[in-house]
């Protein structure tokens, strides 16, 4: 959804603040409107609970940039204030000594006060941008981790271009998503860090065991070459097929548990069980490589010159402006409705163009039968690198096409087909929940609150 900053909001105390506002800054004005009593929850409507809930993930971004902003001026002071020359090794360093001032005070352990300064540091120092967009709640606290996380290693100059490369996107991406957009430009602008990174991360392999929630505990292996993890996984893997082949009936996953337990404790094998192990050996031709996610970043040009992508671009906004206009006019109880008659309407204005563009020389729509042909499913793939849900990163080889209209004999084109996970795929069929297809690639999630979310092409 757009992000539009509101200058000064008024308050008037008792009436709806949420009305007409799609964005409303967080800071003290926001902090008195949510803190209304828990029963005037009950008087708003569904879509105003949902801006309530992102207000307040806004607000509590604002105040956790607050928290790190307290925390780097006492480090700063601390450090300022620490006598140059050599080190005194029988004393912290005024660093160590202002991390365990923080555990004190926050109650929290060493280790989370070391992190929590450090990012500080970072957020107030080399990313800046990414401490301004915390307090002003465009990302909350786990994707400024993620920005510093994964940029740690780099010289400032370079974090700072994977910063201004990634920052603008952030706001519609879940910090998944927001991750592995931030690797690829890394990647790309410092494909050497990332190297020796993962070199440095594999000079720290160990075994690791802790205990979990259940009562039970965990045991792995951290931080292996991949090529490793995966030849132990795979012949595992293998040997665990054999063994249900051979009849036993459980689970894949708990025949490769015990499998693993018994090959760790040194404990004899059914002779089955080695001549599988064997076999598995010799039938593996190579370590595969790890699971790739496609690589749809196209050097952040994400605006060509094509011009349907000029469409795109056109429609979505005259779409977001439309549905913003709706909200502000519309009775609650008969927004979702509103809303999913206006998608459908400018769907409907948009067909014959849209079904011009597809025809292109053959004069033929679509093509026929129910199963994309190869060359198309490649298309939508590239077209969409996950499944088409907001927050979704199923990856859109692993996802159905699926048909945004159901299938009729003769017609499947790229203006009607998706990726779609099981699960949204589900989504789509409840009640409540539509989506749109108003132009090849550019589709409309309907909500039951009367929401939308507007899926562009080029989203990653
Ligand atoms: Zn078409
Ligand atoms: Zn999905």
New binding site residues.
């Given amino acids: 959804m757009p992000l539009e900053v509101v200058e000064g909001p008024e308050i008037v105390v008792g009436a709806r603040e949420w009305e007409n506002r799609e964005w409303f800054p967080p800071g003290p004005q926001l902090a008195i409107c949510l803190s209304g009593g828990k029963e005037r929850l009950a008087d708003l409507t569904d879509d105003e609970l949902l801006q309530v809930a992102a207000a307040a993930r806004r607000q509590t971004s604002w105040a956790q940039a607050r928290e790190l902003a307290a925390i780097a001026e006492l480090t700063q002071r601390r450090t300022s204030a620490e006598a140059d020359g050599d080190p005194d090794y029988r004393i912290l360093s005024a660093h160590e000594s202002v991390t365990e001032e923080v555990a004190a005070a926050l109650t929290v352990t060493g280790n989370t006060a070391a992190t929590l300064v450090h990012l500080a540091e970072q957020l107030t120092g080399p990313l800046a941008e990414t401490g301004a967009a915390l307090e002003a709640g465009r990302v909350d606290m786990a994707k400024a981790r993620v920005i510093c996380d994964i940029t740690d290693s780099l010289p400032d100059q370079v974090a700072q271009r994977v910063e201004s490369a990634v920052l603008e996107k952030a706001s519609i991406q879940t910090a998944g998503q927001l991750r592995r957009r931030i690797k690829r430009v890394v990647q790309r602008l410092a494909p050497e860090a990332v190297e020796e990174r993962k070199r440095e991360a594999v000079r720290q392999r160990r075994l690791e065991l802790w205990e979990t929630a259940a009562g039970t505990a965990d045991l792995a292996l951290c931080d292996l070459a991949p090529e490793d993890a995966h030849a132990v996984f795979n012949k595992i893997t293998a040997a665990a097929h054999g063994i249900k082949a051979d009849g036993d009936t459980r689970p894949l996953n708990l025949i490769r548990a015990d499998l693993a337990t018994q090959l760790l404790n040194g404990a004899e094998l059914p002779t089955a069980v080695q001549v599988l192990l064997a076999q598995a050996e010799d039938a593996e031709p190579s370590a595969p490589t790890p699971a790739q996610v496609p690589d749809d970043d196209n050097g952040d040009t994400t605006d060509t010159t094509d011009t349907s992508d000029t469409t795109v671009t056109a429609l979505a906004a005259l779409l977001g402006q439309r549905l913003a206009h709706l909200r502000g006019r519309t009775p609650a109880a008969e927004l979702p409705a509103a809303v999913d008659q206006a998608v459908h309407r400018l769907t409907q204005r948009f067909a014959q163009r849209r079904d011009e563009l597809c025809q292109g020389d053959d004069d033929q729509h679509g093509r026929p039968g129910y199963r994309p042909p190869a060359s198309l499913r490649r298309e939508i793939e590239a077209r969409h690198a996950?499944?088409?849900?907001p927050s979704?990163?199923?990856p859109s080889h692993r996802?159905d096409l699926d048909h945004t209209i159901p299938w009729r004999p003769g017609v499947t084109c790229r203006c009607n087909l998706a990726p779609?996970?099981?699960?949204?795929?589900r989504?789509k069929q409840t009640p409540g929940w539509k989506l749109h297809h108003l132009w090849p690639g550019l589709l409309v999630w309907t909500t039951p609150a009367g929401a939308w979310y507007i899926i562009r092409p080029d989203r990653q």
């Fill in positions: 996950t499944c088409v849900f979704c990163n199923q996802c779609l996970c099981r699960r949204h795929h989504l």
